[in-house]
C-alpha cells in the first residue's frame, strides 16, 4: 500500500519541527448510521470537502507497507460521550463496519494526501476507550454460494 505524498507533505514529514501538521481523519460508516461518524486527531474541528470532522482524541497505527500477506492497523478512540457506544451496542459490536482512515494537511484540508479504507473488526470497549482492528476481508475464506448443501443440511441427498 505506497503512499504518494505532495511535496509540500514530504517537506512537513522531514521537517525537525513543522508547522503545518499532517492530520488524520476518520470516517467510520455503518448501515445503523444516517451519517457516517466523522472526527479528526487535533484539538479543532475541521471541515473536510464540505464535511465538519469532530476534535476527538484517537490513536491511530496505520497498515505497513508489505507486499506479503493482508494489511492491517489498529485503531483505539477515547471512550467519551453516549453517542459512540450506543452506536456499538445496537449494531453487534460495530458489525460489517468500515472506517476511512484519510491523511491531510492543516493548511489544505480538502486536498488528501493518503486515504484507505478499512473494514472494522474485533471491536472491544471499556470506560476509557474504543479499540478495533482494521483490514480487509478475506474474500477467499467465503463461501461462494449462500447455501452449501451437506449431509448436515440436505440429508436426503446424500
Avoid at 514529514?13 to 448510521?33: F, R, W, Y
Avoid at 457516517?36 to 470537502?49: F, K, S
Avoid at 493482508?70 to 453487534?92: C, H, Y
Amino acid at each position: 500500500m505506497p503512499r504518494s505524498y505532495s511535496t509540500a507533505a514530504k517537506t512537513e514529514i522531514n521537517a525537525t519541527s513543522g508547522q503545518d501538521p499532517i492530520l488524520i481523519l476518520l470516517e467510520i460508516d455503518h448501515v445503523d448510521l444516517a451519517v457516517p461518524i466523522r472526527v479528526v486527531n487535533d484539538t479543532q474541528d475541521l471541515v473536510h470537502q464540505g464535511n465538519t470532522f469532530t476534535a476527538m482524541a484517537f490513536r491511530a497505527v496505520l497498515p505497513d507497507d508489505l507486499e506479503q500477506g493482508a494489511a492491517r492497523a489498529r485503531l483505539a478512540i477515547d471512550n467519551v460521550g453516549r453517542d459512540l457506544m450506543t452506536w456499538l451496542e445496537s449494531s453487534g459490536g460495530g458489525r460489517e463496519a468500515t472506517v476511512r482512515m484519510i491523511q491531510v494537511l492543516r493548511s489544505a484540508p480538502d486536498v488528501v494526501e493518503w486515504e484507505v479504507t478499512m473494514d472494522l473488526t474485533n471491536v472491544s470497549a471499556d470506560v476509557m476507550e474504543v479499540s478495533g482492528e482494521l483490514g480487509f476481508d478475506n474474500l477467499l475464506d467465503r463461501p461462494a454460494v449462500a447455501k452449501l448443501y451437506t449431509p448436515a443440511t440436505q440429508p436426503g441427498i446424500f
